[in-house]
């Protein structure tokens, strides 16, 4: 069980806006910035989002961050099949001195 | 071009020690953080450790007991021991970089990973 929680799955199809939650705690998101990354089949994971709402070069601008209080969500608009993946929200957790990830989300394009 | 790549055995006995290596190119292991994290077969991501390149550690409090990460600046690489491990050990590992932040700034956000290599503990 992550201390980080994600829903299991979303989906939806082309075009669309999806997001993504990711709910945590007073010590960990409540304190320190939230990292994304994607997850594609057979791959290692790449970062999306660092710094709750910062992109990494390369990383097209329909893929966007937020944080509030001890959440924090991921959208990502003008869905393509290609974004179907597995998501994860990363976060440094200050109980535990440690980077915790959430369980992940994957995501179906219908 | 920043490149990571893990190597050790594919296998290994319960109650043994997993070893580790992670070879860096394109850029120096003398700065920024330096991570392992590991994915058991369909599950996600856990965090085991961290090192910066000091030598400075921090490590998954569930496996701080049997972890050990360290850095041969020498030869631009860094290690991972796992002991005693058991089948629940098995997983895709992965050793990553930290992201820079600023010019003094350094994150232990991964930002660079390894391919990744599978490591199952069987008899």
């Known amino acids: 069980q992550s201390v980080l929680t994600q829903p299991p799955s979303a989906s939806g199809t082309p075009g669309q806006r999806v997001t993504i939650s990711c709910s945590g705690s007073s010590s960990n998101i409540g304190s320190n910035t939230v990292n994304w990354y994607q997850q594609l089949p057979g791959t290692a994971p790449k970062l999306l989002i660092y710094?709750?709402?910062q992109r990494p070069s390369g990383v097209p601008d329909r893929i966007s961050g937020s944080k509030s209080g001890t959440s924090a969500s991921l959208a990502i608009s003008g869905l393509q099949s290609e974004d179907e993946a597995d998501y994860y929200c990363?976060?440094?957790?200050?109980?535990?001195?440690?980077?915790?990830f959430g369980g992940g989300t994957k995501l179906t394009v219908l | 071009q920043v490149q990571l790549q893990e190597s050790g055995p594919g296998l290994v006995k319960p109650s043994e020690t997993l070893s580790l290596t992670c070879t860096v190119s394109g850029a120096s292991i003398s700065s920024y953080y330096w991570s392992w994290i590991r994915q058991p077969p369909g599950k996600g991501l856990e965090w085991i450790g961290c090192l910066y390149y000091s030598g400075s550690t921090n490590c998954n409090p569930s496996l701080k007991s049997r972890v050990t990460i360290s850095v041969d600046t020498s030869k631009n690489q860094f290690s991972l021991k796992l002991s005693s491990v058991t089948a629940a050990d098995t997983a895709v590992y992965y050793c990553?970089?930290?992201?820079?932040?600023?010019?003094?700034?350094?994150?232990?956000?991964?930002?660079?990973w390894g391919q990744g290599t599978l490591v199952t503990v069987s008899s």
């Open positions: 990363a976060v440094w957790d200050d109980s535990l001195n440690g980077m915790v």
């Open positions: 710094s709750n709402n």
């Open positions: 990553a970089r930290g992201l820079r932040l600023g010019e003094l700034s350094f994150s232990a956000v991964p930002e660079y």
